[in-house]
């Protein structure tokens, strides 16, 4: 019975947690346009991929 006393306030900040974590989101726009990333898949991208970089060349090997 005494982890009730425990797991409850635990539970409450977990849930303050939560609404905060939720409450940031929404201020930040996350869930203003729900239905253009859907739709962005059914485009088709004929662009060419970019070119890839070239690696940059290793450092000399110190004289041993």
Known sequence: MN???MLVP???VLLG???AAFVWAV???QFDDLDTPALDILEDDDRPAPPAKPAPPAP???DA
């Open 60 to 62: 000399p090997e110190p």
């Open 3 to 5: 982890i009730l006393l």
């Open 10 to 12: 635990l539970s409450l």
């Open 27 to 29: 201020k930040r726009g």
């Open 17 to 19: 947690v939560a609404v």
